[in-house]
Antibody
């Protein structure tokens, strides 16, 4: 059974940092690209960042470029998101998602999310 | 980048059929596949349609997807509505670099 378990969320002041983690199990982690998707309270889904199987291809939404860094450790079956210079608008539930790339490109499994609150 | 626009909310009675639209702002809807996710209250999204019209295993055939090039939009149709279908639904597509989500549609089954 595919499982994605996020951790690392919390309350942080504007300008602060957090590191999110996603522990993957139930599949061969280094066979898959992974993404982070966030959902602000009461709002819709927003893709944040994605990384291919070996970290050689990485992308970010414009609003987080230069502030967030995605990475992975295939030996530990883990995905990470280092978030620096956090802003109030980064407040959201952050989901880890497994990507499927075949004819299409989408998320086939999601974690339960970890909540990040940026507030003074 | 393009945007995907969905109606904010739709409502229908149990047993009826509802269709949710997703309109692409620029570029052809047919140029990249469209997916649909269901998000029940307090839960993570799950895929109900991928590659425009394919259902993952376990998704009932009451759910169907299509695209219409004339309106440059995708649609999710749910027939034989059940109260358990009451959820938020999101369409999703992509360009070369990122996923694009629609704003979501709240389906009320009353």
């Amino acid at each position: 059974e595919v499982q994605l378990v996020e951790s690392g969320g919390g309350v942080v002041r504007p300008g602060g940092s957090l590191r999110l983690s996603c522990a993957a199990s139930g599949f061969t982690f280094d066979d898959y690209a992974m993404s982070w998707v966030r959902q602000a309270p009461g709002k819709g889904l927003e893709w944040v960042s994605g990384i291919n199987w070996n970290g050689g291809n990485i992308g970010y939404v414009d609003s987080v470029k230069g502030r967030f860094t995605i990475s992975r450790d295939n030996a530990k079956n883990s995905l990470y998101l280092q978030m620096n210079s956090l802003r109030a608008e980064d407040t959201a539930l952050y989901y880890c998602a497994r990507e499927t790339r075949g004819r299409s490109w989408y998320a086939d499994y999601w974690g339960q999310g970890t909540l990040v609150t940026v507030s003074s | 980048n393009f945007m995907l626009t969905q109606p904010h909310s739709v409502s229908e009675s149990p047993g009826k059929t509802v269709t949710i639209s997703c309109t692409r702002s620029s570029g052809s809807i047919a140029s990249n596949y469209v997916q649909w996710y269901q998000q029940r209250p307090g839960s993570s999204p799950t895929t109900v349609i991928y590659e425009n019209n394919q259902r993952p295993s376990g998704v009932p055939d009451r759910f169907s997807g299509s695209i219409d090039s004339s309106s440059n939009s995708a649609s999710l149709t749910i027939s034989g509505l059940k109260t358990e279908d009451e959820s938020d639904y999101y369409c999703q597509s992509y360009d070369s670099n990122n996923w694009v989500f629609g704003g979501g549609t709240k389906l009320t089954v009353l």
